[in-house]
């Protein structure tokens, strides 16, 4: 699937308060859009990494927003944002409305239906397959969609063990999965009974979404904008190791080991 390329229309309308201080732009295509961009050199495998992470979930079926490759005119930075003024394209993940944080506070809003457990299992496991670091108990990077009753993930950056491609990948621990949160336990309560068939289901689901995912890889590599200025032959070495028979045995067997694990907290 070709990626939209946008460019902004108006200044930028916010800068939100977290960690890689995204910003939000109203685009030519009439969405808005928040945004990460080229705050440093290494800033690149981030974008890399939410570019790859969001691409990847929907060719597993995951709710991610729409994103686009946006183009945010220097003119629009508009003074209150000048400290991170770049030419260099931005990631842009689409503002959805009609939706909730999940919060340890929130999980009641969230309805308890066997389809919203095997949404979260299916997230959970493909977190385990990107090595994502940054969906766990303190931290979901998930909203929910009350009308839909669906799970909307957010927030790519951290895939690839926090965005390290100088390494081999790394298998996650039992608290760096969605596994072990509040929520989890609020769906998977009342249908342990039901988790064999669950397990059964994910593992048929996972087969066909990396077959789905090898065959899309190149193209969505290809449209990596060029000024974020990545080596593209380190980028096809990283996700090339999501596809190593090794690695999805040992994801597969750990995501079932963490899984049960988290029936007897």
Request: overall charge neutral; aromatic content about 10%; hydrophobic content about 40%.
């Amino acid at each position: 699937m070709k990626l939209p390329v946008v460019y902004s229309l108006k200044p930028i309308e916010h800068q939100y308060r977290t960690g890689e201080e995204p910003v939000l732009v109203v685009c030519s295509d009439k969405h808005s859009y928040i945004c990460k961009y080229m705050r440093s050199a290494s800033a690149a495998y981030k974008l890399a990494s939410e570019l790859l992470g969001s691409a990847l979930a929907r060719h597993w079926s995951i709710n991610s927003p729409e994103v686009a490759i946006v183009n945010i005119k220097p003119n629009h930075w508009s003074g209150l944002f000048t400290s991170h003024i770049t030419t260099a394209p931005a990631f842009g993940s689409r503002r959805v409305s009609g939706v909730i944080d999940v919060t340890s506070s929130t999980t009641t809003k969230v309805s308890n239906t066997e389809h919203l457990l095997r949404q979260l299992a299916c997230i959970a496991l493909f977190d385990f397959w990107v090595a994502n670091e940054d969906r766990n108990i303190n931290n979901a990077n998930l909203m929910y969609d009350i009308s839909k009753e669906i799970f909307v993930p957010i927030d790519y950056g951290c895939i690839f063990n926090t965005a390290t491609f100088d390494y081999p990948l790394s298998q996650l621990t039992s608290t760096d999965s969605i596994l072990f949160s509040d929520l989890f336990s609020y769906l998977i309560s009342n249908r342990v009974g039901k988790c064999d068939r669950l397990v059964n289901d994910l593992k048929q689901h996972f087969t066909e979404s990396i077959m789905l995912c090898n065959s899309n890889i190149s193209s969505v590599i290809s449209q990596m904008p060029n000024t974020w200025n990545l080596p593209k032959e380190l980028i096809i070495k990283k996700t090339n190791e999501l596809f190593e028979e090794k690695w999805l045995k040992d994801v597969w067997q750990n995501f079932v080991e963490c899984f049960y694990e988290s029936l007897t907290r």
